[in-house]
């Protein structure tokens, strides 16, 4: 079973601001709804964390993931999955300076369940883990940065 989904916010906060916290991975458990963890493996030259440990609440259960950062910054940011518990999972934040200190952000994600996992997900339970693993991203980081 497949999910994917997207989400946009319109912040406050010029773009380097905003790509600060995108970039900054490993505080992303302390704002992202369902990540309990992540843990970096390997850094680039700037410090940035390039393959980490994740571990998310999928509702059903806890899974696990390595997964890889390509940073485009101060614009995109993606992600892809190496291995884990989900057959597949890649995600991006994109970011547009719209001037007047004001950044949109784009949130996209789209994960592959896998056959196990896909079982167990049925019903209202689809739309909370979408929700959870999209839809609320961009707002979460938007009040993140506002403080709202």
Same mark, same amino acid.
């Given at each position: !079973?497949? +999910?994917?989904? #997207?989400? #946009? =916010?319109? $912040?406050h906060a010029p773009l380097e601001t905003v790509w600060a916290l995108?970039? &900054?991975?490993?505080?992303?458990?302390?704002?992202?709804?369902? +990540?309990?963890a992540l843990r970096a493996l390997e850094r680039d030259n700037d410090g940035r #964390? $390039?393959? =980490?440990e994740t571990e998310?609440? =999928?509702?059903?259960?806890?899974v696990k993931s390595i997964v890889n950062f390509t940073y485009a910054g101060p614009q995109r940011l993606t992600w892809i999955q190496?291995?884990? &518990?989900?057959?597949?999972?890649q995600g991006s934040w994109e970011l547009e300076d719209l001037g007047g200190e004001r950044t949109r952000v784009t949130y996209s994600?789209?994960? &592959? +369940?896998?056959r196990k996992l896909g079982m167990l997900v049925r019903g209202p339970v689809v739309d909370? +883990?979408?929700? !959870?693993? =999209?839809?609320a991203r961009a707002g979460e980081l938007k009040k993140r940065i506002e403080g709202e």
């Open positions: !079973m497949s +999910l994917s989904g #997207t989400s #946009t =916010a319109e $912040i995108v970039q &900054d991975v490993e505080s992303a458990p302390d704002w992202q709804g369902g +990540l309990n #964390t $390039i393959r =980490a998310t609440d =999928a509702k059903i259960r806890s190496e291995k884990g &518990d989900l057959k597949s999972v994600i789209e994960v &592959d +369940l896998g909370v +883990l979408r929700h !959870m693993l =999209a839809g």
